[in-house]
């Protein structure tokens, strides 16, 4: 098994042995040495690990956004993230991480996409990502994006063969845009349950669940066992000196 880091070499071969033999996981260079399987006495499995040859394919900021190349170990935040904001729209940098970006100037281009800068200050700002200077932490607020885009939150996909790149990009931002709202909904009803949300809607929802939720009453009865007196204690020493006048009692010395 030959091919990039992180593209399912080893969870194949898991998968066609039926059990886990080969460690797997998503961080990129988790296979370190040749491993040998072997199936049954024609077939014998190899899994090695990932080449890396950007020359041929591709270049550095586009395997670490494919996570081909481990985010940990990025040293040029700026070119990854500016190949990403030629796909991701303004708006979904927005709508993610909850910030405002800089719009472009009067002289220059509506539709222009902003800038690394923009989006990684931005991002740094927000989150609270700042260095011992004193300026925001760009470096820190690009490795998060950069694993963001890797789990599948944004959205980064290249087009397949002989299809247009801004057409299939619109279909993937219109898919994204539907998973969104789905998720908000469910988000409605989360703020909902904990109360967070206020109108008359929400109080009188909150009034309907409360009132139909309630089931058949019933009293509730602590019972209270007979204790008997502890040893030693003045209870106990008077109850013993009854007991022995009830005994002796009738005895004339």
């Not at 990502?129 to 939150?153: E, L, T, Y």
């Amino acid at each position: 098994m030959v091919g990039y880091p992180n593209v399912g070499k080893s969870s194949t071969i898991n998968r066609i042995l039926g059990e886990k033999k080969v460690s797997v996981s998503a961080t990129p260079g988790k296979t370190r040495h040749l491993q040998t399987l072997i199936i049954d006495p024609q077939v014998t499995l190899c899994d090695c690990p990932g080449l890396v040859m950007p020359s041929f394919a591709l270049n550095r900021s586009e395997m670490l956004l494919n996570g081909i190349l481990p985010v940990d170990q990025m040293r040029d935040h700026f070119g990854p993230i500016n190949l990403l904001s030629m796909r991701v729209k303004r708006s979904a940098f927005e709508k993610l991480y909850s910030v405002t970006l800089p719009q472009p100037a009067e002289h220059e281009d509506p539709d222009k996409p902003p800038s690394a800068h923009e989006i990684l200050t931005t991002i740094a700002f927000m989150r609270g990502f700042m260095s011992a200077n004193g300026v925001p932490d760009c470096s820190r607020a690009g490795r998060m994006v950069i694993k963001d885009v890797v789990n599948g939150k944004l959205n980064w996909a290249s087009a397949p063969p002989d299809y247009d790149q801004d057409e299939y990009d619109n279909l993937s931002n219109a898919l994204y845009r539907l998973i969104g709202t789905q998720k908000g909904q469910s988000g409605l009803a989360q703020l909902e349950k904990r109360h967070l949300l206020e109108g008359d809607n929400a109080r009188s929802n909150s009034l309907d669940k409360g009132f139909f939720s309630l089931g058949r009453s019933g009293v509730h009865v602590k019972q209270v066992l007979p204790t008997e007196p502890v040893a030693g204690s003045k209870k106990h020493q008077k109850g013993k000196k009854q007991k022995l006048r009830n005994v002796y009692g009738h005895l004339d010395y």
